[in-house]
């Protein structure tokens, strides 16, 4: 049991992760790779917190959410100036570059990570409560993302996606939402990293490796792009799959390959069979798009 | 003060090609003023540079006196600069409605901490906003479109709704960019009866249009430019009457 509820612990982490993913790339149209490294930022700052300031678990999370969000503005800031495209390029680079320096600082444990994350709940009420925890931070994550991509906001958001010159030319600050956009998913991927640090008690860097940012955006790309579940039934997918057939009792030089193979059968299936993903709209048409530039 | 717009000496080039030779306009309040020229003549150029689209490489632009050189593309929108698009630019994956509400001065649902904590005067935002775009659509006979996705309409009709959409801004200068290409039948009347209210309402117009006859029927005054420069400044009559310019335009 107490295995199912680590795993049901980490996909609704990987639920918020890959929902305010969502919110970044899907709605926000802003094509970055780094998500996992404020994932990162959250993890480590909150770890780092709990070990040495001794705060409150609850401020130390928050604290890490902060840091995330305030690293990500300073990307998409600097880089969203130049143009769009470059944000891809500038979040690999800081993804690579910040991961080189987490594993290099004594500070986050270097390539060995970072333990001794103290825990904040012991006895038998920890797991329960970590499931409590981030369940429910998951359904607000979901549920919150998709009230503002419904609202007022959220059509600002469409119309941006749409046709950016003219949305600017009727008043409205693109270069500014595209900002807060990104600020808000890297931060609530940042608060998902504090809570996996309290969970685990440990952080290492390849966790947060380019893998995982391939892995997330499966998740997203999988279970619909640009809707709100989407990123939840690709997070449960994704990992429960891998995870129920270490059940099947094979050698571990057949389970680890197989593992792999499971994951790129499912991606090259819905590239044919769905390319909207499970959630998105089932006559397979992508989503019209103005091409032409005034 | 009844003029709303004047350029100063504006000057654009990119590479070799000079698309804003010392421009020099004024608009006034009220007045429809017609764009005309060749192909390439630096038209949509000089709306570009006139809406923020482009920076200047030299010269001024005054809106009501006072420079907006500064100022971004959505500023000027915000400060009263409203545009269209040649070919419209309209949100495709939005309902006519949901095009023109996002379009007033200021959007109250731009801002993701009103949207959170202040939805009530969001809510009375958009109840507004709803009722300027339904009032806007209602002179143009597009009422019943309101819900329809954009892309479902005919082109005539689209071309309207990127009026529409444009006049939920409310400010003093509305610059049409070929409103009539492609248009024809009820689409074109509408069109021509709308930026007539317009103008009569106090706006100050200035139409980019290949089509001499709605020009010679809605301005009083014409400009015509050809490779970025102003040759003439006068009456249609007197524009059309030039034939240096007729040979230019329309190479006979």
Same mark, same amino acid.
């Given at each position: 049991?107490?295995?199912?509820?680590?795993?049901?612990?980490?996909?609704?982490?990987?639920?918020?992760?890959?929902?305010?993913?969502?919110?970044?790339?899907?709605?926000?149209?802003?094509?970055?790779?780094?998500?996992?490294?404020?994932?990162?930022?959250?993890?480590?700052?909150?770890?780092? $917190?709990?070990?040495? &300031?001794?705060?409150?678990? *609850? #401020?130390?999370? %928050?604290? =890490?959410?902060?840091? @995330?969000?305030? /690293?990500?503005?300073?990307?998409?800031?600097?880089?969203?100036?130049?143009?769009?495209?470059?944000?891809?390029?500038?979040?690999?680079?800081?993804?690579?570059?910040?991961?080189?320096?987490?594993?290099?600082?004594?500070?986050?444990?270097?390539?060995?990570?970072?333990?001794?994350?103290?825990?904040?709940?012991?006895?038998?009420?920890?797991?329960?409560?970590?499931?409590?925890?981030?369940?429910?931070?998951?359904?607000?994550?979901?549920?919150?993302?998709?009230?503002?991509?419904?609202?007022?906001?959220?059509?600002?958001?469409?119309?941006?996606?749409?046709?950016?010159?003219?949305?600017?030319? $009727?008043?409205?600050? &693109?270069?500014?939402?595209? *900002? #807060?956009?990104? %600020?808000? =998913?890297?931060?609530? @991927?940042?608060? /998902?990293?504090?809570?996996?640090?309290?969970?685990?008690?440990?952080?290492?860097?390849?966790?947060?490796?380019?893998?995982?940012?391939?892995?997330?955006?499966?998740?997203?790309?999988?279970?619909?792009?640009?809707?709100?579940?989407?990123?939840?039934?690709?997070?449960?997918?994704?990992?429960?799959?891998?995870?129920?057939?270490?059940?099947?009792?094979?050698?571990?030089?057949?389970?680890?390959?197989?593992?792999?193979?499971?994951?790129?059968?499912?991606?090259?299936?819905?590239?044919?069979?769905?390319?909207?993903?499970?959630?998105?709209?089932?006559?397979?048409?992508?989503?019209?798009?103005?091409?032409?530039?005034? | 003060?009844?003029?709303?717009?004047?350029?100063?000496?504006?000057?654009?080039?990119?590479?070799?090609?000079?698309?804003?030779?010392?421009?020099?306009?004024?608009?006034?309040?009220?007045?429809?003023?017609?764009?005309?020229?060749?192909?390439?003549?630096?038209?949509?150029?000089?709306?570009?540079?006139?809406?923020?689209?482009?920076?200047?490489?030299?010269?001024?632009?005054?809106?009501?006196?006072?420079?907006?050189?500064?100022?971004?593309?959505?500023?000027?929108?915000?400060?009263?600069?409203?545009?269209?698009?040649?070919?419209?630019?309209?949100?495709?994956?939005?309902?006519?409605?949901?095009?023109?509400?996002?379009?007033?001065?200021?959007?109250?649902?731009?801002?993701?901490?009103?949207?959170?904590?202040?939805?009530?005067?969001?809510?009375?935002?958009?109840?507004?906003?709803?009722?300027?775009?339904?009032?806007?659509?209602?002179?143009?006979?597009?009422?019943?479109?309101?819900?329809?996705?954009?892309?479902?309409?005919?082109?005539?009709?689209?071309?309207?709704?990127?009026?529409?959409?444009?006049?939920?801004?409310?400010?003093?200068?509305?610059?049409?960019?070929?409103?009539?290409?492609?248009?024809?039948?009820?689409?074109?009347?509408?069109?021509?009866?709308?930026?007539?209210?317009?103008?009569?309402?106090?706006?100050?117009?200035?139409?980019?249009?290949?089509?001499?006859?709605?020009?010679?029927?809605?301005?009083?005054?014409?400009?015509?430019?050809?490779?970025?420069?102003?040759?003439?400044?006068?009456?249609?009559?007197?524009?059309?009457?030039?034939?240096?310019?007729?040979?230019?335009?329309?190479?006979?």
């Amino acid at each position: 049991m107490e295995y199912l509820a680590t795993v049901t612990i980490l996909i609704a982490i990987y639920v918020i992760l890959a929902a305010s993913y969502n919110l970044v790339i899907g709605y926000g149209g802003l094509a970055t790779v780094a998500h996992p490294i404020f994932f990162a930022i959250g993890a480590y700052v909150t770890g780092l $917190l709990a070990i040495h &300031a001794g705060l409150p678990p *609850i #401020v130390c999370v %928050a604290l =890490g959410a902060v840091a @995330a969000m305030v /690293a990500s503005v300073l990307l998409a800031a600097s880089s969203l100036r130049v143009s769009g495209d470059y944000l891809l390029i500038a979040s690999l680079g800081f993804q690579l570059g910040l991961l080189q320096l987490i594993r290099n600082l004594e500070i986050t444990g270097g390539p060995g990570g970072l333990s001794n994350i103290p825990s904040t709940i012991v006895g038998a009420a920890r797991t329960p409560t970590f499931l409590a925890i981030t369940i429910g931070l998951a359904v607000v994550s979901v549920l919150g993302i998709r009230a503002i991509v419904r609202g007022p906001y959220g059509r600002a958001i469409t119309a941006m996606r749409d046709e950016e010159l003219a949305f600017t030319a $009727l008043g409205r600050n &693109a270069m500014s939402m595209k *900002i #807060v956009i990104f %600020a808000v =998913g890297c931060g609530v @991927a940042g608060m /998902a990293g504090g809570v996996y640090a309290f969970y685990f008690q440990y952080v290492s860097p390849e966790q947060f490796e380019v893998l995982q940012s391939a892995q997330i955006l499966t998740m997203v790309v999988l279970g619909g792009m640009a809707t709100a579940y989407g990123p939840v039934v690709g997070a449960v997918l994704l990992l429960a799959i891998p995870q129920a057939i270490t059940f099947l009792d094979l050698p571990q030089n057949v389970m680890a390959p197989l593992q792999g193979i499971i994951f790129t059968v499912l991606v090259l299936l819905f590239l044919f069979l769905r390319p909207t993903g499970i959630m998105g709209d089932s006559d397979n048409k992508p989503r019209a798009r103005a091409s032409e530039a005034a | 003060m009844t003029q709303v717009l004047r350029t100063e000496d504006l000057n654009k080039r990119f590479g070799g090609i000079v698309v804003s030779d010392n421009v020099n306009i004024t608009i006034d309040r009220g007045e429809i003023l017609g764009l005309i020229g060749p192909n390439g003549a630096g038209k949509t150029s000089l709306f570009n540079l006139i809406s923020g689209v482009l920076r200047p490489d030299s010269g001024s632009i005054y809106l009501n006196g006072q420079a907006v050189n500064a100022s971004p593309l959505y500023k000027r929108a915000r400060m009263g600069i409203a545009r269209t698009w040649q070919n419209m630019l309209l949100f495709r994956t939005m309902t006519v409605i949901e095009n023109l509400l996002i379009a007033p001065r200021e959007y109250a649902g731009e801002s993701i901490l009103r949207v959170t904590f202040g939805l009530g005067s969001v809510r009375s935002a958009e109840r507004q906003a709803r009722e300027r775009a339904l009032g806007i659509l209602d002179r143009m006979g597009l009422a019943d479109t309101a819900d329809s996705m954009v892309t479902d309409l005919p082109f005539g009709q689209q071309k309207l709704i990127g009026l529409a959409r444009t006049l939920m801004n409310d400010g003093p200068l509305l610059l049409l960019d070929e409103p009539m290409a492609g248009v024809e039948g009820a689409a074109y009347e509408t069109m021509q009866a709308v930026v007539r209210q317009e103008a009569a309402s106090g706006r100050a117009v200035c139409v980019v249009e290949h089509n001499v006859s709605f020009i010679r029927d809605l301005c009083s005054r014409a400009v015509f430019m050809a490779n970025g420069r102003i040759l003439q400044d006068g009456t249609v009559e007197e524009l059309i009457a030039s034939k240096a310019l007729t040979e230019l335009y329309f190479g006979v």
